[in-house]
């Protein structure tokens, strides 16, 4: 009960507001161009989702934040891509939380402790305040571990928009 408590209190004080300033326009820009730069080399398909908090239906429903990414996974159909190489980083800023979500044939070429690697090199910098840098570094390993597993041989059209949504 007092886990729930305190989750319903953090998804409550966690605004828009409180996202924009860890994630200002320079690094949303700096997002959109890394993984511009990564779909360049590789042919995957990635979008990264920073969601402020759930709403309170949702937390006192317990929905975890894998359960969200899931759900936003499928809301912006990244599942529909042609070789089905979708890729969704999700950040629940409430929760503290960073999920990767991956298509069929990359979750059959990539172990999840790949994945757990590329969200352990956000929330570590996270818990000090380094929101810029350490997005950076973790979409650049997630595109090292995507090119390594998919290179782009024929220059592929970009299925599925770079830009970074923030809810």
């Not at 409180?18 to 890394?34: E, G, H, I, N, Y």
């Not at 709403?55 to 089905?84: K, P």
């Not at 969200?119 to 840098?133: K, L």
Request: hydrophobic share 40%.
């Amino acid at each position: 009960m007092k886990k729930t408590i305190t989750r319903l209190y953090r998804h409550l004080i966690t605004t828009k507001h409180t996202v924009r300033q860890a994630f200002p326009a320079s690094t949303l820009k700096a997002v959109q161009a890394k993984i511009a730069e990564g779909e360049h080399m590789h042919r995957a398909e990635a979008r990264m989702i920073v969601e402020a908090s759930l709403n309170l239906q949702a937390v006192l429903n317990g929905v975890t934040s894998r359960q969200r990414a899931h759900e936003l996974f499928a809301h912006y159909r990244m599942w529909d891509t042609e070789e089905n190489v979708g890729v969704l980083l999700y950040v629940n800023f409430a929760d503290h939380k960073v999920e990767i979500i991956t298509d069929r044939a990359v979750g059959r070429a990539i172990p999840s402790t790949d994945w757990l690697a590329v969200c352990q090199t956000m929330t570590q910098e996270f818990a000090n305040g380094s929101f810029h840098e350490s997005t950076l570094a973790a979409i650049e390993q997630m595109n090292h571990l995507l090119t390594a597993h998919f290179p782009d041989k024929d220059g592929k059209h970009n299925e599925i928009s770079d830009r970074p949504l923030m809810l």
